[in-house]
């Protein structure tokens, strides 16, 4: 039975949920396999019943979870482990709070250098290409955030593809999706050369087979998200209290006159 579809005026994240839901039935029942290429969009959103412009953040939200594979100038295609990565929550979706955000760090911390001394040791030409391919990205993104922040999930899951470890893989798409979130809030504040330099830094040393190297580049990388991280959390904060302080010096200029004009009233009556 098809997941029931939200009314019309629902909220955006309700239809998004609804729609990942509705992917997730379909490769469940068969009718999409992996390597299954896509309709085009506007037969998606006739056969989902949605528009366009609501299909299109979906699309994005499964390209950044590696479920689809968008490819340039031929179309979307269901990836080989669309089943496994749709198998996990789907709190994962949505946006963490700080805390949650500096633990995702931390986590990273642990797994991550150490996986890329482990990609050194057995990246295959293949994935280095791949690699190769997400800098280049990066590099044609220009001022697109969207662009450097999808190439640069696809550099750090290529990592974890060359380490070779199953259960790391398994790990890094619950990761991946909360790393989305994250590099959303701190996107305003990294440039493309920023990114790129860590990440030809990273490249080169993995290339290069040379696994100390490829794991400092990458905990240098990740010292500079943490900070970037606490930069945009910061601003969060203050955007939150300048629209709270805006706020009450709206409402409270609004009972000034209110007052100010019952006042007057008053008098006018007693005259």
């Given at each position: 039975?098809?997941?029931?579809?939200?009314?019309?005026?629902?909220?955006?994240?309700?239809?998004?949920?609804?729609?990942?839901?509705?992917?997730?039935?379909?490769?469940?029942?068969?009718?999409?396999?992996?390597?299954?290429?896509?309709?085009?969009?506007?037969?998606?959103?006739?056969?989902?019943?949605?528009?366009?412009?609501?299909?299109?953040?979906?699309?994005?939200?499964?390209?950044?979870?590696?479920?689809?594979?968008?490819?340039?100038?031929?179309?979307?295609?269901?990836?080989?482990?669309?089943?496994?990565?749709?198998?996990?929550?789907?709190?994962?979706?949505?946006?963490?709070?700080?805390?949650?955000?500096?633990?995702?760090?931390?986590?990273?911390?642990?797994?991550?250098?150490a996986?890329?001394?482990?990609?050194?040791?057995?990246?295959?030409?293949?994935?280095?290409?791949?690699?190769?391919?997400?800098?280049?990205?990066?590099?044609?993104?220009?001022?697109?955030?969207?662009?450097?922040?999808?190439?640069?999930?696809?550099?750090?899951?290529t990592?974890?593809?060359?380490?070779?470890?199953?259960?790391?893989?398994?790990?890094?798409?619950?990761?991946?999706?909360?790393?989305?979130?994250?590099?959303?809030?701190?996107?305003?504040?990294?440039?493309?050369?920023?990114?790129?330099?860590?990440?030809?830094?990273?490249?080169?040393?993995?290339?290069?087979?040379?696994?100390?190297?490829?794991?400092?580049h990458?905990?240098?990388?990740?010292?500079?998200?943490?900070?970037?991280?606490?930069?945009?959390?910061?601003?969060?904060?203050?955007?939150?209290?300048?629209?709270?302080?805006?706020?009450?010096?709206?409402?409270?200029?609004?009972?000034?006159?209110?007052?100010?004009?019952?006042?007057?009233?008053?008098?006018?009556?007693?005259?």
């Amino acid at each position: 039975m098809a997941p029931k579809a939200p009314k019309a005026d629902a909220d955006k994240s309700d239809l998004t949920d609804w729609l990942i839901l509705r992917f997730k039935q379909l490769i469940s029942e068969g009718t999409l396999t992996p390597g299954y290429k896509l309709p085009s969009e506007r037969e998606l959103s006739l056969h989902f019943g949605v528009s366009r412009t609501s299909l299109r953040p979906v699309m994005k939200v499964l390209s950044m979870m590696g479920v689809v594979t968008q490819r340039v100038g031929d179309g979307t295609y269901l990836s080989s482990d669309a089943s496994s990565v749709l198998a996990e929550p789907m709190e994962f979706l949505f946006l963490l709070d700080e805390t949650s955000s500096k633990e995702l760090i931390e986590a990273r911390f642990m797994v991550e250098p150490a996986l890329a001394a482990k990609a050194a040791e057995q990246a295959t030409p293949e994935l280095l290409l791949i690699m190769r391919q997400t800098i280049a990205e990066i590099e044609a993104a220009g001022t697109d955030q969207f662009r450097i922040i999808e190439a640069d999930l696809l550099f750090h899951r290529t990592i974890h593809q060359c380490a070779g470890n199953r259960l790391f893989s398994r790990l890094f798409q619950v990761i991946h999706r909360s790393m989305m979130n994250m590099m959303m809030l701190t996107s305003q504040m990294v440039d493309r050369d920023h990114t790129l330099a860590f990440h030809q830094a990273i490249y080169e040393a993995i290339a290069r087979g040379n696994g100390a190297e490829a794991a400092r580049h990458m905990r240098d990388h990740l010292i500079d998200a943490r900070a970037l991280l606490m930069q945009a959390s910061q601003a969060h904060a203050d955007e939150r209290l300048r629209r709270r302080i805006s706020s009450v010096t709206r409402t409270t200029g609004t009972k000034k006159r209110a007052a100010t004009g019952t006042g007057r009233a008053g008098r006018t009556g007693k005259s």
